[in-house]
């Protein structure tokens, strides 16, 4: 197989990881949400519903994550302007350095969903479902879920901005 071939597969599954990525989050906050907490409001379905959709797309993020960081490290290894590790010679450079701290805040938001929030979530969707626990209490943390899923949202964003930006030049 080409060199070329190669770095077009990569390229490839790039994309896709970045679509599962992004593409799903906006879906969760833009048609998701939205549209189940205006039509099942208050209901245990709700949160039985929600908490099926986070656990299908939980495991879809961590693969794209893992693909993410592998096919971009290969693809910035072999990028002209990269210079090397902690090498900000040039405005490549320093933009792949502002897309990856913006990738770091994502990673934060992530962490912070996954081992805090989300177990929280559960717990208390459980509690729901068998007619106890406090809505209230819920609500609040479906609030944080939805508070961190739009900041990684404008992260996302941001990444797609700083990708475009370094691949201009």
């Known amino acids: 197989m080409s060199p070329s071939t190669i770095l077009a597969i990569n390229y490839f599954f790039h994309l896709i990881a970045t679509v599962v990525w992004i593409g799903g989050l906006l879906l969760m906050v833009l048609l998701v949400w939205p549209t189940t907490k205006n039509s099942l409001r208050d209901s245990p379905a709700l949160y039985t519903l929600l908490s099926g959709v986070r656990r299908r797309f939980l495991p879809l993020t961590n693969l794209s994550l893992v693909v993410l960081i592998v096919t971009g490290l290969f693809q910035m290894s072999l990028d002209p302007n990269y210079d090397g590790v902690?090498?900000?010679?040039?405005?490549w450079s320093r933009v792949i350095l502002l897309k990856h701290i913006v990738v770091g805040g994502m990673l934060i938001c992530g962490v912070v969903l996954q081992l805090g929030v989300?177990?929280?979530?559960?717990?208390?969707?459980?509690?729901?479902?068998?007619?106890?626990?406090?809505?209230?209490?819920?609500?609040?943390?479906?609030?944080?879920?939805?508070?961190?899923?739009?900041?990684?949202?404008?992260?996302?964003?941001?990444?797609?901005?700083?990708?475009?930006w370094a691949t201009a030049l």
Not at 86 to 91: K, S, V, Y
Not at 133 to 161: C, F, K, M, Q
């Open 86 to 91: 902690l090498q900000f010679t040039n405005e």
């Open 118 to 164: 989300v177990p929280a979530l559960e717990r208390m969707t459980l509690l729901a479902e068998r007619g106890k626990g406090d809505p209230s209490e819920w609500e609040r943390l479906h609030r944080s879920e939805v508070r961190l899923t739009w900041i990684n949202v404008a992260l996302g964003v941001l990444t797609l901005l700083f990708t475009a």
